[in-house]
């Protein structure tokens, strides 16, 4: 049964920082891609970033390049994503999903909000 745990989500003000964690379980891990999406409100949901499944490459959307920090640890089969210098429209529910060849999970989610 694949299960994910997310945490780390809040209220955080500009310029702030927050420290999600996606704890996954039910698959193996170490051989899964994982990747940052968010949803805003009336958005589109979009990639934030994504490592690969050794951490040996990342990826980042241009808007959070330099802020932002993905990497995992195989052996707690656990994803993170480190949020610095937040600003306001970074509030979103934030998602991490896992992917191999054709295969994709995705975590339920969890709520970030950026305000003053």
């Known amino acids: 049964q694949v299960q994910f745990v997310e945490s780390g989500g809040g209220l955080v003000q500009p310029g702030g920082s927050l420290n999600l964690s996606c704890a996954v379980s039910?698959?193996?891990?170490?051989?899964?891609?994982m990747s940052w999406y968010r949803q805003a409100p009336g958005k589109e949901r979009e990639l934030v970033a994504s490592?690969?499944?050794?951490?040996?490459?990342?990826n980042y959307a241009d808007s959070v390049k330099g802020r932002f920090t993905i990497s995992r640890d195989n052996a707690k089969n656990t994803v993170y994503l480190q949020m610095n210098s937040l600003k306001p429209e970074d509030t979103a529910v934030y998602y991490c999903?896992?992917?191999?060849?054709?295969?994709?999970?995705w975590g339920q989610g969890t709520q970030v909000t950026v305000s003053s």
């Open positions: 999903k896992a992917d191999f060849r054709t295969r994709s999970y």
């Open positions: 039910g698959f193996f891990f170490s051989s899964y891609a």
């Open positions: 490592i690969t499944s050794a951490g040996d490459n990342r």
